[in-house]
């Protein structure tokens, strides 16, 4: 009788790009969207937003997707660009709307892994509503940058991908493209707690120069908590596995980039899952963030969660309490759950001395600038009103 041999077994180097490959998109997906698609579109991405979109073949995939939003139709294009030098040497990438001399200055300030390129919509929308002065309408420039690591920006040493660090940029970006004038701060997820960070670090700011904020789906600390609304098992799973992803994205990036190619289609799932709260969300939608998030390193990824991961700015939102304040999130978003802008909400208004509105967008997940445009788009323009009517109203009292 012939002799049965056991199964080869599984050799462990496969086992591991595996458990990896997950958890390199789980890892990235933390805070902002997940893991995207594979090394080829990331150096897409990437050339297309080093081009200027005038030198790219109006045919030509990469023409098509700098020219175009998530849905295919024509995005704004910058009236300004330029490279602000942050205090480390590193280019920060910056795009300007609207004119230079306008009255208010509103400065967008994206996510983990993503770029300037999640605020498409928004750009499109308050570009054309803020264009003109016309009744009520409060006119201001369009500020867009992309955060060191991300997008067209620079890359710093790991040991400044830090809150801190990202807040000075963004102080740094202030300085240099609106010197004078009131500003308005936007921020999503990671973006917002770079605006908390500022306020950290420069308060006497908050209420002289920054006049407004808005904080989309962010949070001001306990990541480290979150389940992203994954069973307990996987919850546990996730915990004891991060920080093996975490090394291997940051001392073997080239692994890690080949295993998120092998997972590609499991991260890109999970990114649709984690980012968006409809199950039917337009598949153009979930290939954009996919985009975006390709064009971030997975050493850039690596560097930046730890220092999200421990972020903790509850006690530092007093000089926001100084200006109106927009919180929104959407009731689906199992990145950073409501429950933490219901927090910040509590910390805004504990004093008495800032009515922060609060915008909870139904059906909506963590990429709701995204997934419900309209609303977000709407509560800045009222935001921006409530700015505006108030500084009116100091100025004639």
């Known amino acids: 009788m012939a002799r049965k041999h056991p199964p080869p077994a599984r050799h462990p180097r496969g086992l591991t790009a595996g458990i990896v490959g997950a958890v390199v998109g789980l890892a990235a997906a933390g805070t902002a969207a997940g893991v995207a698609v594979s090394r080829i579109a990331a150096r897409r991405v990437r050339a297309v937003e080093l081009r200027p979109a005038a030198e790219l073949p109006s045919g030509s995939p990469e023409g098509q997707l700098r020219r175009a939003d998530p849905l295919g139709a024509e995005a704004r294009p910058a009236d300004r660009t330029a490279l602000v030098q942050a205090d480390d040497g590193v280019l920060l990438s910056v795009e300007e709307i609207g004119p230079g001399d306008a009255p208010l200055t509103v400065v967008f300030v994206h996510g983990y892994t993503l770029s300037m390129a999640s605020w498409a919509f928004q750009r499109r929308a308050l570009a ?3 264009a003109t002065e016309n009744g009520h309408r409060p006119q201001a420039r369009l500020v867009f940058y992309d955060q060191r690591g991300h997008g067209s920006s620079g890359r710093g040493a790991p040991a400044r991908s830090t809150i801190e660090q990202l807040a000075a940029d963004l102080g740094t970006v202030l300085d240099a493209r609106a010197p004078r004038g009131p500003v308005v701060l936007v921020g999503h997820s990671m973006g917002g ?34 389940s992203f609304g994954l069973p307990e098992m996987l919850t546990r799973l996730r915990a004891a596995i991060l920080p093996v992803a975490a090394w291997t994205m940051r001392h073997r990036p080239t692994f890690a980039e080949r295993t998120r190619r092998v997972a590609a289609d499991l991260v890109s799932a999970a990114t649709k899952a984690l980012s968006f709260g409809s199950a039917d969300v337009d598949p153009a939608l979930v290939r954009y963030v996919d985009a975006m998030i390709a064009g971030t390193p997975v050493d850039v990824i690596a560097e930046f969660y730890p220092a999200l991961a421990g972020l903790d700015e509850t006690g530092r939102l007093e000089p926001l309490r100084q200006v109106p304040t927009l919180v929104l999130t959407g009731d689906r978003d199992t990145m950073i759950p409501k429950e933490h802008s219901e927090l910040i909400v509590e910390r805004l208004t504990q004093s008495g001395e800032n009515a922060a509105e609060y915008i909870v967008v139904p059906g909506a997940g963590h990429m709701v600038l995204l997934e419900a445009p309209d609303e977000v788009s709407s509560a800045l323009t009222r935001l921006l009103r409530r700015v505006v009517a108030g500084r009116t109203a100091n100025a004639r009292g």
């Open 193 to 226: 707690m770079t605006i908390m960070g500022l306020a950290a670090s420069r308060p006497e700011l908050f209420g002289t120069r920054v006049v407004g904020a808005a904080l989309l789906s962010t949070s001001s600390g306990n990541l480290a908590e979150l």
């Open 128 to 130: 054309a509503e803020l």
